[in-house]
């Protein structure tokens, strides 16, 4: 099957993209103190040197002391900091590709493995991270007051640095996502509530603030996921009526794109109908959309991280989806890690030459 439709120009509002296929954020831990290196500045650019449309960062956290489990995950704050993301954004920018960073704050999480723990506690909607499991403290309205403007103030960085978009975490379990979700939004003030519709409040005011520092010409991109780390298989929406109740409020906040994420992207998401997260999104709001999961690849991505090794799959599938207008954009994640070159062979057709991913990948950040 042709792959002609993934190498189609997209274009909307700040975006002007070459292709379909964007770069999916990825934590690397490369960036000590916050501050990104001039290594990270050039993994970012040979990703960009083979032609993938839109590089999305991995996640880099906004001005708040507990925002991250890790010293090495890098900052979108500090002047040190936005130095290293100028470097970035230039190289990426010279090699002829478009680049958002994905605005981070991780919520309450579990402490980190090195030991390293931040200044002051976790910060959440209710000090959970998961059902039954607090680890930090439940934020009073002047911490969400000061965190949604710490969101804007990344965003409105970003633009002055040059970046084409930017991508607000909402997903996999994160601060915005710990407020969607009843698990660990046990709040009774107005950014709780019963259901979903109620519970997307804070997303809501974090998207208005991104949008007012931003202007109307800049595309936001938030990224969305149904599962949690803590729960594969949870569905925030269980059906149609409920995801558009979760959607629609983020979209009529400003938002341009959805980034919908799931574990494999061929997986329908409501029973009766072949349409995955991305194509469910799209057809209720009307907005672009972004597919991602286990595209190319066998194995998914929680399989790697528990050191799962995975081979090169086909792309039918996902060209018969784009094809048939379910999504816009395509996100490839461990593929484009493991080889700066990814988009470049799926463009020529030289499938023999791709490779797989295993875990030592993540051991290593430019690579040839
Ligand atoms: C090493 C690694 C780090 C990741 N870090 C992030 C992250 O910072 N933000 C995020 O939204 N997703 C993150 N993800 C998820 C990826 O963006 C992507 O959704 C997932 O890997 C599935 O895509 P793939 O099957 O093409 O790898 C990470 C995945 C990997 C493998």
């Given amino acids: 099957?042709?792959?002609?439709?993934?190498?189609?120009?997209?274009?909307?509002?700040?975006?002007?993209?070459?292709?379909?296929?964007?770069?999916?954020?990825?934590?690397?831990?490369?960036?000590?103190?916050?501050?990104?290196?001039?290594?990270?500045?050039?993994?970012?650019?040979?990703?960009?040197?083979?032609?993938?449309?839109?590089?999305?960062?991995?996640?880099?956290?906004?001005?708040?002391?507990?925002?991250?489990?890790?010293?090495?995950?890098?900052?979108?704050?500090?002047?040190?900091?936005?130095?290293?993301?100028?470097?970035?954004?230039?190289g990426v920018h010279s090699a002829g590709s478009q680049m958002g960073p994905q605005i981070w704050h991780m919520g309450v999480m579990d402490n980190h493995h090195s030991g390293?723990?931040?200044?002051?506690?976790?910060e959440g909607p209710s000090g959970l991270n998961r059902p039954g499991n607090n680890n930090g403290s439940a934020m009073t309205t002047k911490d969400i007051e000061d965190t949604i403007l710490a969101y804007g103030q990344a965003a409105a960085d970003a633009k002055r640095l040059g970046f084409d978009t930017v991508e607000l975490h909402g997903a996999h379990g994160y601060l915005i996502d710990q407020f969607f979700w009843d698990g660990t939004n046990q709040r009774t003030d107005g950014y709780g509530g019963k259901t979903l519709a109620e519970r997307t409040r804070f997303g809501?005011?974090?998207?208005?603030?991104?949008?007012?520092?931003?202007?109307?010409?800049?595309?936001?991109?938030?990224r969305l996921s149904q599962f949690k780390p803590s729960a594969y298989d949870y569905k925030l929406a269980a059906n149609a009526n409920e995801m558009e109740a979760w959607l629609n409020p983020l979209v009529d906040a400003g938002v341009d794109i959805l980034h919908c994420s799931q574990r494999r992207f061929w997986e329908p998401e409501f029973e009766g109908s072949d349409l995955n997260f991305a194509g469910w999104a799209k057809k209720i709001t009307g907005k672009a959309t972004i597919t991602v999961g286990s595209v190319g690849l066998s194995g998914d991505f929680?399989?790697?991280?528990?050191?799962?090794?995975?081979?090169?799959?086909?792309?039918?599938?996902?060209?018969r989806r784009l094809d048939r207008g379910d999504f816009d954009l395509v996100a490839v994640g461990r593929p484009i890690l493991a080889d700066p070159n990814w988009t470049k062979k799926i463009k020529a057709g030289q499938t023999e030459e791709l490779k797989g991913f295993s875990k030592e990948a993540l051991a290593e950040l430019v690579m040839e």
Avoid: C
């Fill in 204 to 222: 809501v005011e974090v998207i208005k603030e991104v949008r007012r520092r931003v202007g109307e010409d800049f595309a936001i991109i938030i």
């Fill in 302 to 319: 929680f399989g790697a991280f528990a050191g799962e090794s995975s081979q090169p799959s086909s792309l039918d599938e996902l060209t």
């Fill in 116 to 122: 390293w723990v931040p200044p002051v506690p976790f």
């Fill in 1 to 90: 099957m042709s792959t002609d439709s993934l190498f189609a120009p997209f274009a909307l509002k700040s975006l002007n993209l070459k292709n379909r296929i964007v770069m999916a954020p990825m934590t690397r831990s490369f960036s000590p103190d916050g501050i990104p290196t001039d290594a990270v500045a050039a993994y970012y650019q040979k990703r960009a040197e083979g032609e993938v449309g839109l590089i999305l960062s991995e996640g880099t956290v906004i001005n708040r002391p507990s925002a991250s489990n890790d010293g090495n995950v890098p900052h979108f704050y500090g002047d040190k900091a936005l130095v290293g993301w100028q470097h970035v954004i230039d």
